[in-house]
Structure formats: structure tokens, C-alpha cells
């Protein structure tokens, strides 16, 4: 069974179109995020959910909206899409945010993003 | 000032011989500190985290931890061509109600046989 799991894995669109990546952990953590890696593999955290809370929002444009249904799942839903929202986007969860391994990050798989 | 920073590399090593991946960072109210491995178009994966000054082994790997200087590395000893990935820092800050864990920019590692 996969521990976070994200789809789509590839996602390839046009300019100005509106996409969303679902992300899913099943190892019962707290804690979920979305990262964004970019072509120079520069890993930068955009959002951060802790129980279904909104706990850090970077300085991401508002084009990009999280949400958290259950402390299961997080999607990253994007509107307008740009060129350089192309990147690899990351989920990872991690079982909370206090004790040091409870900070330790589990990845899923990414989903490549590709705006043409 | 970058918050990580780590030299992009790359750095090449014969097989066999110690690895070792240098990271600085600065806010000096950090609290825990990992190092991940990734491979070319995979994601990120823990080899270790480390939160007291000091050195923790875990078999090949030892990270070290020099909270005066602002400073955590990572040694592989015995170095395998498998060892060769991307190497990310990670740092988690000091805002304690949040798990804001900053990555630095990651150094490729290469092992030549």
C-alpha cells in the first residue's frame, strides 16, 4: 500500500487553464503539505495543513488553493495556470509538528506539472 | 542569506572513500535538522535527522550537528555507486506551532567507480 499517494503523476496544459492534484496518506499523520520543486530542484514549501487547519501559507499567489477535506487528504487546486507554475509539486505529511521525528517528511511520489 | 545553504555540487568521490555534504543555516533557533536523498526524478526520502549537538551514526551515515556555528554535515562512509543522488538539508525553524521545514538547494553526489 502506498503511504501518499498523488495523481495525476504528469499533467501537461495549456496557459490560463484551471488544474487540481489530489494527494492521499494512509499512515495516519497529522500534518500534510505541498512542496514545489523546480527545475534548478529547488524544494520550497507552499502550505502546511495540521488537522484539517491551515498552519503556513508561504507567500504563494492566491491562484493556488489548498484544501483539506480530512486529515487524510490534501488537494492543491491552481487557477489560471502560468509558464512558470511548470514544476514537479511534492505532498508529504509527517505525523505532527512538535517532537523532532514526529517533523520527519514522507513524500508522495510528485506530480509533474507542465504549462504550455 | 539564503536560510540553507548547501554547495550545489557536483561533488565526486572514488567508491569506497568518505562522502562528505556540508550544510549551514541561519536562524539560529532551529530545532531539528534532516538529511533526505533523491534520486534523479524520484522524490525525496529520510536518511536521517539529528536535533542534539554532536555526531549520530546509523550505519554508513554519521550526521553531524555544531549548533555554535550554525552548521550540520553528513559523512558516508564506504561510498557506494548507489550513493550517488541529490543530498537535501532540511531544517525545521523555530516557530514551535508549526512545522515549517525549510530545504536547502541540495548537493549531487557522484561515486565513481
Known amino acids: 500500500d502506498t503511504a501518499v499517494s498523488q495523481t495525476p503523476k504528469y499533467l501537461v496544459t495549456q496557459m490560463g487553464n484551471d488544474k487540481s492534484i489530489k494527494c492521499e496518506q494512509n499512515l495516519g499523520h497529522d500534518t500534510m503539505y505541498w512542496y514545489k520543486q523546480d527545475s534548478k530542484k529547488f524544494l520550497k514549501i507552499m502550505f502546511s495543513y495540521n488537522n484539517k487547519e491551515l498552519i503556513i501559507n508561504e507567500t504563494v499567489p492566491n491562484r493556488f488553493s489548498p484544501k483539506s477535506p480530512d486529515k487524510a487528504h490534501l488537494n492543491l487546486h491552481i487557477n489560471s495556470l502560468e509558464l512558470g507554475d511548470s514544476a514537479v509539486y511534492f505532498c508529504?505529511?509527517?505525523?505532527?509538528?512538535?517532537?523532532?521525528?514526529?517533523?520527519?517528511?514522507?513524500f508522495g511520489a510528485g506530480s509533474r506539472l507542465t504549462v504550455l | 542569506q539564503k536560510e540553507v545553504e548547501q554547495n550545489s555540487g557536483p561533488l565526486s568521490v572514488p567508491e569506497g572513500a568518505i562522502a562528505s555534504l556540508n550544510c549551514t543555516y541561519s536562524d539560529r533557533g532551529s530545532q531539528s535538522f534532516f538529511w533526505y536523498r533523491q534520486y534523479s526524478g524520484k522524490s525525496p526520502e529520510l536518511i536521517m535527522f539529528?536535533?542534539?549537538?554532536g555526531d549520530k551514526e546509523d550505519g554508513r551515515f554519521t550526521a553531524q550537528l555544531n549548533k555554535a556555528s550554525q552548521y550540520v554535515s553528513l559523512l558516508i562512509r564506504d561510498s557506494q555507486p548507489s550513493d550517488s543522488a541529490t543530498y537535501l538539508c532540511?531544517?525545521?525553524?523555530?516557530?514551535?506551532?508549526?512545522?515549517?521545514?525549510?530545504f536547502g538547494s541540495g548537493t549531487r553526489l557522484s561515486i565513481r567507480p
Open positions: 508529504a505529511s509527517s505525523l505532527g509538528t512538535g517532537l523532532s521525528g514526529a517533523n520527519v517528511l514522507t
Open positions: 532540511a531544517v525545521k525553524g523555530r516557530y514551535s506551532s508549526a512545522s515549517k521545514i525549510i
Open positions: 539529528i536535533y542534539s549537538n
